[in-house]
Nanobody, 125 residues
Framework: VQLQASGGGLVQPGGSLRLSCAAS????????ISWFRQAPGKEREGVSC????????VYAESVKGRFTASRDNAKNTVYLQIDGLKPEDTAVYYC???????????????????WGQGTQVTVSS
């Protein structure tokens, strides 16, 4: 049972990336997926959550309008499209799964069933 985050890289300011979070060993259909990021020297920050069906999404104020979460349950994968990247978006990005209980959350202090390893996003010219 694991999540694998990928898609990070080095991007210039204003650029875009699409992060993926692929599940193995369990079906994502019943899980909400939350995205978090942690910059060097800073606490982990929740940025997005998408419900099990994809019908509900939640975003942190700092990323609204630039981040878009989506999912393809047939591929057991969730995506985070990041547009208009800024240097302050530089961080390691993580995904985490929680059973869908009717609400999304992006609080990193709460328990999540599975955490993926991070993928590094670096925004620099």
């Amino acid at each position: 049972v694991q999540l694998q985050a990928s898609g990070g890289g080095l991007v210039q300011p204003g650029g875009s990336l699409r992060l993926s979070c692929a599940a193995s060993g369990f079906p994502l259909d019943y899980y909400a997926i939350s995205w978090f990021r942690q910059a060097p020297g800073k606490e982990r920050e929740g940025v997005s959550c998408i419900s099990s069906s994809g019908g509900t999404t939640v975003y942190a104020e700092s990323v609204k309008g630039r981040f878009t979460a989506s999912r393809d349950n047939a591929k057991n994968t969730v995506y985070l499209q990041i547009d208009g990247l800024k240097p302050e978006d530089t961080a390691v990005y993580y995904c985490a799964a929680q059973e869908w209980l009717g609400f999304c959350r992006i609080d990193p202090s709460r328990e999540y069933r599975v955490w993926g390893q991070g993928t590094q996003v670096t925004v620099s010219s």
